[in-house]
């Protein structure tokens, strides 16, 4: 393993490194605004924040490059705080150890590394700071809260994206330009579990799900990593001896959920049938869909629950699992992406409710709002009560556009092939953007990130070299 700060491009890596040391999951970017703040005034630069605390930070033109438009290097303060089950790691407090491991940086804590999307605002930094590079006016703008809404994004001061051109630098992909992407929307459903005592002849047990993938609930929805919630209530779907207590799993709307558990009694008398009846499942669902080696269906001895759902209760809980639309419901024929998606993203108990969280993605506005009442409507049919708490809008193509122009052509000259022009589903910042500022050309690309918004989740160290020159070549040809 390796220091990254050795690695290159150097000043990239060294802003990276100062990211990882400063805490800053979703809503809790405060520190690192304040730090990068202090940077950009180290450098001669002021940043301006916004009333939600977005970051803007300014650099004159160069001389003789006065007559050149405004560009904007935009990405996001705030990562997704994943960890592997068991991790004692806490998010608000530890830095992130970032360390060099084949080819790769990672996190050697086994969390989250971050590069979703402090790559990204390093390298906008590590430009910013360059004095030997040349440009036009140059900015950098830094939002709050994107993992968990685009909260920033939708606060943000309109006058913050003043200038022409807007590179937001948030992808995962070396190689490809976004030019689109999702509309998304979070919605929770909810309901009031009953009680009754167990059985005293009966065993108390834990069931788990566990050993996913988990993944990107945009990026890697049509990769068929399985999702633990769902296949916890199927599970307890198959599994009728049966009878929970509780159910936990996943976390974030954005993320494919991992692991989930379910607290649980039973006759012993059937633990036998019970056990077989989850491994046919295990192996059913290792057909199905693309599961790692460690994937498991476990049922393992505890204490037996004090109370456990009634058999109304387990029964609308075991519906409202098993059968939640989850996945892609829809291929977008012209990119060869999931168009529409949903995501069952997790299951918990709050303030004496059952709740499920779930996000819907698609490129069209209108049919993520179909996917959004779909899901509703099935938690409906539980008894749940939903509420959308969350939602923003798409970006949509605009294919001919000078900075795309400029920027395939030059992708070109610089790596002697042609870079992909694609529209992702998930969500990207640029869709608010163009409801702020109406006629303002972007176009979104990033360096390849493996696994973002899970403990696997790395960066390409060679992708981020690549990345980083094309970053300023773009820039300097605008």
């Keep these: 393993m390796e220091n990254i700060c050795t690695l290159e491009p150097r000043a990239v890596w060294e802003i990276f490194a100062e990211i990882c040391a400063i805490p800053h999951p979703s809503g809790h970017e405060k520190a690192l605004a304040d730090a990068i703040a202090a940077m950009a005034e180290q450098h001669g630069l002021k940043a301006r924040r916004d009333a939600c605390g977005n970051l803007r930070i300014d650099r004159a033109a160069s001389p003789g490059f006065e007559t050149r438009s405004t560009v904007i290097l935009q990405g996001h303060l705030d990562m997704v705080p994943q960890a592997e089950a068991g991790s004692l790691f806490d998010f608000e407090k530890d830095p992130i150890p970032a360390v060099a491991d084949g080819g790769f940086v990672r996190s050697a804590a086994g969390t989250t590394l971050g590069g979703d999307n402090g790559i990204g605002v390093a390298a906008a930094l590590a430009l910013l700071f360059d004095e030997s590079f040349h440009s036009g006016p140059l900015a950098a703008v830094f939002t709050l809260s994107e993992e968990i809404g685009l909260n920033g994004a939708t606060a943000l001061d309109p006058a913050f994206l003043a200038g022409k051109y807007l590179l937001n630098l948030d992808s995962e992909d070396e190689g490809e330009l976004f030019i689109g992407c999702a509309g998304g929307a979070r919605l929770e459903a909810s309901f009031a579990p009953e009680y009754e005592t167990p059985s005293p002849s009966f065993a108390g047990a834990l069931l788990e799900v566990k050993g996913l993938a988990g993944g ?5 929805i049509a990769d068929r990593r399985g999702n633990a919630v769902q296949f916890l209530g199927a599970a307890l779907l198959g599994a009728r001896a049966l009878r929970a207590a509780s159910a936990e799993g996943g976390s974030l709307d954005n993320a494919i959920p991992r692991e989930a558990k379910a607290m649980v009694a039973l006759n012993p008398e059937r633990r036998k049938e019970t056990l077989e009846i989850l491994a046919s499942l295990e192996r059913q669902l290792r057909e199905k869909f693309n599961l790692p080696a460690g994937f498991a269906i476990t049922l393992t001895e505890a204490p037996l629950p004090e109370r456990v759902w009634t058999e109304q209760t387990h029964e609308r809980a075991v519906f409202a699992l098993a059968g939640c639309p989850d996945g892609v419901l829809e291929m977008d024929e012209n990119f060869g992406i999931p168009r529409t998606s949903t995501n069952l993203a997790a299951v918990f108990e709050r303030g004496g409710r ?30 749940a009560v939903s509420e959308v708490t969350n939602e923003y809008p798409g970006w949509l193509p605009a294919p001919e556009s000078r900075l795309l122009e400029t920027a395939t052509m030059l992708y070109r000259e610089l790596f002697g092939r042609a870079v992909l022009v694609k529209v992702i589903p998930a969500g990207l910042e640029c869709g608010i953007f163009a409801g702020k500022r109406p006629g303002l050309d972007m176009i979104s690309f990033g360096p390849t990130i493996l696994d973002p918004h899970s403990p696997s989740e790395r960066a390409d160290i060679a992708s981020v070299e690549r990345f980083y020159s094309y970053l300023g070549a773009l820039v300097s040809a605008l």
């Design 216 to 220: 990107h609930s945009g990026c890697n």
């Design 354 to 383: 059952l709740v499920f969280r779930t996000s819907q993605r698609s490129l069209s506005d209108g049919e993520r709002r179909a996917a959004t009442e779909r899901v509703a409507a099935h938690f409906e049919k539980a008894g």
